[in-house]
């Protein structure tokens, strides 16, 4: 179980923005972070809580401390705009968060 | 160039089936578990099964349990979700996708289009 918030947030440009997870027992750092456009295919941004994908911006950064973990973006730009995704890939179900989405204030 | 192809998706009647396909290419299929994941219209990503490499192991959410059933051919670099008993509520757009990782656990870095799953009389 994935307990993702905030369920949504309202931020500008420039900003730096946090979303957590909590899950709810000890997974190790087997939680992955996923961007998700209207219409488009989900996008792997971080895996194993900390390693960024190829090609994902440095200003996105995944961290872990017990059963909690983070995405931030520092520095939001306009194509950041989305829905975050947690999951944990520790135990089968692969379950993801509730989502958070990510607006432009 | 990787890629993943889905179809087979469309309208169907509660409590019919479908059949969904998705053709890979561009990478050694038998390497990676794969995963078929959904978003309900107005919902979030709900993981929906995944198949091992040689798809001796399977593993679904419980609202999939005994109405879908995951498959793959490797000779035809094809993965598949059968459903059965279809209800209103599996009405979703139906995503395959690659998992990293020789156990699958280190997320999905591949995704397909989306095929649209519609349940509905």
């Known amino acids: 179980q994935m307990t993702q918030s905030p369920s949504s947030l309202s931020a500008s440009v420039g900003d730096r923005v946090t979303i957590t997870c909590r899950a709810s027992?000890?997974?190790?750092?087997?939680v992955n972070w996923y961007q998700h456009k209207p219409g488009k295919a989900p996008r792997l941004l971080i895996n194993?809580?900390?390693t960024l994908q190829s090609g994902v911006p440095s200003r996105f950064r995944g961290s872990r401390s017990g059963t909690d973990f983070t995405l931030t973006i520092s520095s939001l730009q306009p194509e950041d705009f989305a829905t975050y995704y947690c999951?944990?890939?520790?135990?089968?179900?692969?379950?993801f968060g509730q989502g958070t989405k990510l607006e432009i204030k | 160039e990787v890629q993943l192809v889905e179809s087979g998706g469309g309208l169907v009647q509660p409590g019919g089936s479908l059949r969904l396909s998705c053709e890979v290419s561009?990478?050694?299929?038998?390497?990676?578990?794969m995963t078929w994941v959904r978003q309900a219209p107005g919902k979030g990503l709900e993981w929906v099964a995944n198949?091992?490499?040689?798809?001796?192991?399977?593993w679904y959410v419980d609202s999939a349990k005994g109405r879908f059933t995951i498959s793959r051919d490797n000779a035809k670099n094809s993965l598949y979700l059968q459903m059965i008993s279809l209800r209103v509520e599996d009405t979703a757009v139906y995503y395959c996708?690659?998992?990293?990782?020789?156990?699958?656990?280190?997320?999905?870095?591949?995704w397909g289009q989306g095929t649209t799953v519609t349940v509905s009389s």
């Open positions: 999951q944990q890939s520790y135990n089968n179900p692969y379950t």
């Open positions: 996708a690659r998992d990293l990782g020789e156990s699958g656990d280190f997320g999905m870095d591949v």
């Open positions: 198949i091992k490499q040689d798809g001796t192991e399977k």
């Open positions: 027992q000890s997974i190790s750092t087997y």
């Open positions: 194993a809580a900390s």
């Open positions: 561009g990478f050694t299929f038998t390497k990676h578990w």
